[in-house]
């Protein structure tokens, strides 16, 4: 499972909404951490700054459901939806900027347009469409240094991604999230959908938002279909599926699958639902 690379592993940030909620920010379905932008943007900032003092080297901003979509399924009209929409995200990619550091990099973070831990609501082609079309064109205007579409577990969803980013200016990465050891979320098979992938201008191809022994479990058959820049972010729960992710591993589990996930040479590495600061400079502390 060896691959090279010259460089050590660029560090990702970690969550975000669960962090959020520790410092008792309120986030009701269906907009979850989206509104923090507008009505806790301090405290956005800071977890940004923490993750950032922390050693990450990439910055994801706080948009996972900064969507006309999801604001108009909370019940806004059209419009002003949009509206609300457009100015989380904006207000997000600016935050993100203000870490202090002009060497980190800033991903505009897009995710699936309902829940991604449930396919099955996977909305339709049109609205797919709608969607990303109009986060890449406001991540474009914004000017972030990447797109990262992450917790992507559906085919077709997936493929209207690829489709609508295929021309962007700034690179794309995008990351899967697992059934089990050889399935996305939706039942397809990892190599069906990898294979997919690789028609497309991907630059970076990661695995998220599973618990580590489902991640561990598809890492071999991953890196035998994916040769290129990849990278790993596993959330901190027991459990797979989970929206709150306050029970999670220890820190010796954790220090031991980063330290798994490293043998194999990633591209980029950090954690996801359920992490915090802390374990962000562990990773740092680790790749040394």
């Known amino acids: 499972m060896n691959k090279t690379h ?16 520790r410092k008792g920010v309120d986030l009701p379905l269906p907009i979850w951490s989206a509104d923090a932008n507008l009505t806790h943007p301090e405290i956005v900032l800071n ?6 003092a922390a050693g990450a080297d990439i910055i994801t901003t706080n948009t996972f459901r900064s969507t006309t979509y999801t604001y108009g399924k ?19 990619v600016d935050l993100a900027r203000k870490t202090g550091d002009d060497s980190i990099k800033v991903a505009g973070s897009i995710t699936a347009v309902d829940d991604c831990y449930s396919p099955e609501l996977f909305p339709g082609k049109g609205a797919a469409e709608d969607t990303f079309g109009e986060l890449v064109e406001w991540f474009n205007e914004a000017g972030v240094d990447l797109l990262l579409f992450e917790t992507m577990g559906h085919v077709e969803e997936i493929q209207i991604a690829l489709e609508t980013s295929r021309n962007i200016e700034s690179k794309c990465w995008f990351s899967l999230i697992l059934k089990d050891s050889d399935h996305i979320l939706d039942g397809h098979s990892l190599k069906e959908i990898i294979n997919l992938i690789k028609t497309f201008s991907v630059s970076c191809l990661m695995l998220n938002c599973n618990k580590i022994a489902t991640t561990q479990s598809a890492l071999e058959l991953f890196l035998s279909l994916w040769t290129d820049d990849w990278g790993v972010y596993s959330n901190m729960g027991v459990t797979d599926y989970d929206n709150n992710y306050f029970n999670t591993i220890n820190d010796s589990n954790f220090k031991e699958s980063i330290s798994l996930y490293l043998e194999s040479n990633p591209t980029i590495i950090g954690a996801c639902c ?13 790749i040394g």
Do not use: C, F, W
Not at 275 to 285: G, R
């Open 74 to 92: 909370a019940g806004y009209t059209k419009q002003r939806a949009q509206e609300r929409a457009r100015n989380s995200l904006m207000s997000a």
């Open 47 to 52: 977890i940004h700054q923490e993750y950032a």
């Open 274 to 286: 359920g992490s915090t600061p802390k374990h962000i400079e562990m990773i740092k502390n680790l």
């Open 6 to 21: 010259k460089s050590k592993p660029l560090v990702l940030d970690g969550a975000m909404g669960t962090e959020l909620v």
